[in-house]
C-alpha cells in the first residue's frame, strides 16, 4: 500500500510524462515517478463461523486475555463490556457479571470455559500483546465477517480523533494545515497492525504508513484512516 521492499529490477507500472503507463525497475525510479498500487484487494472469501462470532474474536485480539482456564475483557467503557458480554450470551457462552477492579480504573469480565479456551489457543489468542495476529480463518472469511472482526478489533483498540482549531496536521510539506477528522489504530504488534491495515483494503479502505510511536506504555505502531472516501466507507 504505502511501502515495499524489492529486488533492484523488481519491475513497477509507472505513469510517463506522456500519460502512459509503462514499467521501471525499481532501481530506475526517480522521485516524483507516480507508481501504480492497491486501492481494493478482492478477496473470495469462505463463510465461516458467523459476523458474531468473528466480532466477538476483534474485540477479544484487542482487549482480552487468554487464560489457562478461562478468558477475560477489560475496558474502561463499561457501556462497551456491556455490549460484548451480552454477545457471549447471544454466542451460548456463560460470561461472569461485569466488575470495577480494585487495582485499575476500569471494568472486567471473565468467561470461564476450558473448551472454548482450547478453541481460542488453537486459532493463536493466546499470543503475548507483541505477537497478536488476526486468526488466518479470519482473513480467508467472508467480508460481511472480516467487517465484523475489525469492528471488534477497532472498538478494543482504536479512537476517533476530532480536529481542533490548536490541532492542525500537515499530510505533506507542500500541503496546508487541515483540522481533519480521522480513526487512529495502534497496538504494540506491529505485525497485527500490517493485516489489520491489509484486511481494510479488502474495503477500499485506504491508511497511512505505519508509524513508530512512543508513549507511557512503551512502543505502540498506528496506522490512521484520513481520506474522506475511507472514512465512509469504514462508517
Known amino acids: 500500500?504505502?511501502?515495499?521492499?524489492?529486488?533492484?529490477?523488481?519491475r513497477f507500472f509507472v505513469l510517463s510524462e506522456d500519460g502512459k503507463i509503462v514499467e521501471k525497475f525499481a532501481k530506475d525510479l526517480k522521485?516524483?515517478?507516480y507508481v501504480a498500487g492497491i486501492k481494493e484487494w478482492k478477496v473470495e472469501g469462505r463463510y465461516w463461523k458467523g459476523k458474531e462470532w468473528c466480532?466477538?474474536?476483534?474485540?477479544?485480539?484487542?482487549?482480552?486475555?487468554?487464560?489457562?482456564?478461562?478468558?477475560?475483557?477489560?475496558?474502561s467503557d463499561k457501556r462497551l463490556l456491556e455490549y460484548y458480554r451480552n454477545l457471549a450470551i447471544s454466542l451460548?457462552?456463560?460470561?461472569?457479571?461485569?466488575?470495577?477492579?480494585?487495582?485499575?480504573?476500569?471494568?472486567?469480565?471473565?468467561?470461564?470455559?476450558?473448551?472454548?479456551?482450547?478453541?481460542?489457543?488453537?486459532?493463536?489468542?493466546?499470543?503475548k500483546s507483541r505477537e497478536k495476529r488476526i486468526p488466518k480463518k479470519v482473513l480467508n472469511a467472508t467480508n460481511e465477517?472480516?467487517?465484523?472482526?475489525?469492528?471488534?478489533?477497532?472498538?478494543?483498540?482504536?479512537?476517533?480523533y476530532f480536529g481542533k482549531g490548536k490541532n492542525k496536521m500537515k499530510m505533506r510539506k507542500t500541503d496546508k494545515d487541515y483540522n481533519l477528522?480521522?480513526?487512529?489504530?495502534?497496538?504494540?504488534?506491529?505485525?497485527?497492525?500490517?493485516e489489520v491495515k491489509f484486511a481494510l483494503l479488502r474495503f477500499g479502505i485506504e491508511t497511512t504508513r505505519i508509524k513508530e510511536v512512543k508513549n507511557r506504555f512503551g512502543?505502540?505502531?498506528?496506522?490512521?484512516?484520513?481520506?474522506?472516501?475511507?472514512i465512509k466507507r469504514f462508517k
Open 55 to 75: 466480532e466477538f474474536l476483534g474485540y477479544l485480539t484487542g482487549d482480552g486475555a487468554v487464560g489457562k482456564r478461562s478468558i477475560s475483557f477489560w475496558d
Open 181 to 194: 477528522h480521522h480513526i487512529i489504530f495502534s497496538s504494540s504488534s506491529k505485525r497485527l497492525v500490517e
Open 31 to 33: 522521485c516524483n515517478d
Open 145 to 160: 465477517e472480516l467487517a465484523a472482526f475489525l469492528r471488534g478489533i477497532f472498538d478494543a483498540e482504536a479512537c476517533v
Open 1 to 10: 500500500t504505502r511501502e515495499i521492499i524489492t529486488t533492484p529490477t523488481h
Open 92 to 127: 451460548r457462552f456463560n460470561p461472569k457479571e461485569i466488575k470495577k477492579s480494585k487495582r485499575k480504573n476500569c471494568y472486567y469480565f471473565r468467561i470461564n470455559d476450558v473448551l472454548l479456551v482450547k478453541s481460542l489457543t488453537s486459532l493463536g489468542l493466546k499470543a
Open 219 to 230: 512502543v505502540v505502531y498506528e496506522i490512521r484512516i484520513i481520506e474522506c472516501e475511507s
